[in-house]
């Protein structure tokens, strides 16, 4: 995934393995989500993260989640520096460059894999 695909791999790599935030999910956007064995995930070009806060982000969160959406209990489940269940991730691919606008994000995530010890790779150019 890349940007917010990426951000949605996460999400779907850790509710395969955790039926807390897989209901999350299914009861509030995807009712019949369907999440295959994923063995690894790559993320490139950026890593649209959350933890930002600036009127971008904002804006787009509101779009998509809806009003009040930092209200909702899977709120929290998209704070991966705060979220036990990160540690489920499979193995992990970064891929980011130079020109790549959310390599900051990328680069926070990788601070979030290695706090949570989680196997990846960072492929920077």
Known sequence: GDSAGA????TAAIAQKDSHLRYQFTEYHYPK?????????????????????????????????????????????????????IKLLPPTLLISSEQDPLNAMTFHFE???????????????
């Not at 994923?38 to 998509?64: Q, V």
């Not at 601070?111 to 150019?125: D, G, M, R, T, W």
């Open 7 to 10: 951000f949605l791999a996460v």
């Open 33 to 85: 989500m369907f999440l295959p064995n994923i063995a690894g995930i790559i993320l490139i070009s950026g890593m649209l993260h959350f933890y930002e806060k600036n009127l971008a982000l904002t804006s787009w969160r509101k779009h998509t989640f809806k009003e009040n959406y930092y209200m909702y209990p899977f709120w929290k489940s998209l704070q991966f520096d705060t979220l036990p269940e």
């Open 111 to 125: 601070k979030i894999l290695q706090k949570y010890k989680i196997p990846y790779s960072l492929f920077f150019f």
